[in-house]
């Protein structure tokens, strides 16, 4: 079955950043856009940002544009999300989820047991 492991997680000051990796195993990686979706406490699930199956297409949620950059290393089946200029309202478990297509936005099938991001002073 399909396996996705998130990581560096944790605690930030504001305007602070965090690289988040997401490592893929157990399918082919690199045909399959991959997605980062978030949940902030008491909240739904906020899809945050995709990129396609050759890494050279993304698309971003406007609250995270030009702030968040996601990217991915097939020769080595990991997904990231490099997390700048932080803030409180960031704060959430973010998910790697992996999607239907090679290119498609929001059509997830499996996710990861998320990685914790909280910014606070």
């Known amino acids: 079955e399909v396996q996705l492991v998130e990581s560096g997680g944790g605690l930030v000051q504001p305007g602070g950043s965090l690289r988040l990796s997401c490592a893929a195993s157990?399918?082919?990686?690199?045909?399959?856009?991959m997605n980062w979706v978030r949940q902030a406490p008491g909240k739904g699930l906020e899809w945050v940002s995709v990129?396609?199956?050759?890494?050279?297409?993304?698309t971003y949620a406007d609250s995270v544009k030009g702030r968040f950059t996601i990217s991915r290393d097939n020769a080595k089946n990991t997904l990231y999300l490099q997390m700048n200029s932080l803030k409180p309202e960031d704060t959430a478990v973010y998910y790697c989820?992996?999607?239907?297509?090679?290119?498609?936005?929001?059509?997830?099938?499996?996710w990861g047991q998320g990685t914790q991001v909280t910014v606070s002073s």
């Open positions: 990129i396609n199956s050759g890494g050279d297409r993304t």
């Open positions: 989820a992996k999607d239907l297509f090679s290119w498609s936005i929001a059509t997830m099938d499996y």
């Open positions: 157990r399918f082919t990686f690199s045909n399959f856009a």
